[in-house]
């Protein structure tokens, strides 16, 4: 009797374990959703009302029956939602993976699943196209693709195919229909692209050009079947986000953290590059061998005194 009594304890015990360390740090706001359609959302981030979120632009809609999570002022969906953190011996910026639709040449060459003329502007917003996580492609025969920024051009590829169609399989190399350009803006927040043949002249009515920014680690050349692709009508795109330097929330994160390159700080939260203030947006971290969410923030008293501090632990 005794020693079931003492085995009965003992699962109990590592059942209460097991939930502890699956629960993790929270990473939502007290008393807010914290996932939709299996993608967490922590704060800066939120769902539902407005303590949930920084301020409208980090505001998700959860739709189709609490499935589909979507960036509510610019209405994309919304596959991924990562802190920054410390990854391959640096910190990385917070990013944000989405669906983003992909550009087409002429009406005709539209398809009913997403397919747009223009690419989602992210002007007046914290987030901007990663210029280090994505890849822009273009798909078309015998063109030059050009990527312009308001009145800047920005980077441009030319694609050529065999027998007048490109091929369905391509490393996008600018033979068979397919070329890829590195996006050379710092900070990519609106762009348009236009398709150009070899001899200066706007592509055709009935050329049917596509243009996409994706992921670079998702779209994988020769192994993505454009075909299917262009049908879909959407990609995996990365976007950079930050919170505004000028901020209640940042005002406060900086007093408790330190900047990046103090990694002797006695503190578990760091803040991010100086480049970042350029932007006004910044990013914050929790320490390499911390855990938890660098923008949530927690009252402790000690002494009498109440203190702000992070999260990070």
């Not at 407005?50 to 002022?73: A, Q, S």
């Not at 992909?102 to 005709?108: F, G």
């Amino acid at each position: 009797m005794v020693v079931e009594l003492v085995v009965q304890i003992l699962v109990l015990l590592g059942a209460f374990n097991m939930q502890t360390v699956a629960a993790g740090p929270a990473l939502a706001k007290a008393n807010c959703q914290e996932t939709c359609g299996g993608v967490q959302v922590p704060f800066p981030f939120g769902i539902g009302g407005g303590r949930c979120f920084l301020n409208d632009w980090y505001e998700i809609f959860c739709l189709k029956n609490g499935t589909v999570p979507m960036l509510k002022m610019i209405n994309l969906e919304v596959l991924k939602i990562s802190l920054p953190h410390y990854k391959d011996y640096r910190y990385s910026r917070g990013t944000i993976e989405v669906r983003l639709p992909i550009v087409y040449s002429n009406q005709i060459c539209a398809h009913e699943n997403g397919t747009t003329r223009i690419h989602p502007s992210l002007e007046g917003s914290p987030f901007a196209y990663s210029t280090d996580d994505n890849v822009s492609a273009a798909i078309g025969c015998s063109h030059l693709a050009v990527i312009n920024n308001t009145d800047s051009i920005l980077m441009g590829c030319k694609s050529r195919c065999r027998g007048g169609n490109f091929s369905r399989y391509s490393d996008c190399s600018g033979h068979e229909g397919c070329c890829k350009m590195r996006i050379s803006s710092p900070e990519l927040q609106q762009f348009s692209v236009a398709f150009v043949k070899e001899d200066g002249s706007i592509a055709r009515h009935k050329d049917c050009n596509y243009d996409f920014l994706a992921k670079k680690s998702w779209f994988r050349p020769k192994f993505t079947d454009l075909h299917e692709l262009i049908t879909e009508g959407y990609v995996r795109g990365v976007l950079d986000w930050g919170i505004p330097g000028d901020s209640d929330l940042a005002v406060q994160l900086n007093r408790t953290s330190q900047v990046y390159t103090q990694r002797d700080a006695n503190t578990s939260c760091l803040k991010g590059y100086s480049d970042e203030l350029a932007l006004r947006r910044q990013s914050f971290y929790c320490r390499h061998g911390y855990a938890g969410n660098p923008y949530l923030m927690s009252m402790n008293v000690q002494n009498g005194i109440s203190i702000i501090a992070q999260t990070c632990a």
